[in-house]
């Protein structure tokens, strides 16, 4: 499995989310079970908790900015090998909102379904 392609383009996906404080992610009160259908296929579970849980929650409601305020380059590492999930980042140059020149988007690319109640 391919965890990280670069890709340039113009413009990040319309439903990034720019997450400036640990506030703007989803929350997290124990630990969740989420099974992950690859685009190949491929069929997995994982099993989260506390900040990797959040971003990984985030990931599932649409690709995050990863330069932010909120460092969360560690949880996309352990999420991609430590627990196989298929997460892509996309580069773009011009960054309107910070004047960078260039920045990534991370974008989940399996589809999440939370195993122990409710949907992910």
Do not use: C
Not at 96 to 109: A, C, I, N, P, S
Request: net charge neutral; charged share 20%; aromatic share 6%.
């Amino acid at each position: 499995m391919t965890n990280q392609t670069n890709i340039t383009t113009d413009t990040p996906p319309p439903n990034s989310q720019r997450n400036m404080s640990w506030d703007d992610f989803p929350q997290a009160q124990s630990a969740e079970t989420f099974e992950l259908v690859s685009p190949s296929g491929e069929i997995h579970n994982i099993t989260l908790e506390k900040g990797t849980l959040r971003v990984f929650k985030a990931l599932v409601n649409g690709p995050l900015y990863a330069a932010s305020p909120v460092r969360i380059s560690d949880r996309i590492l352990i999420l991609k090998q430590d627990h196989g999930v298929n997460i892509q980042t996309l580069m773009f140059s011009n960054d309107r909102v910070t004047g960078r020149q260039r920045f990534g988007v991370y974008v989940l690319m399996d589809t999440a379904r939370r195993l122990n109640g409710g949907a992910a």
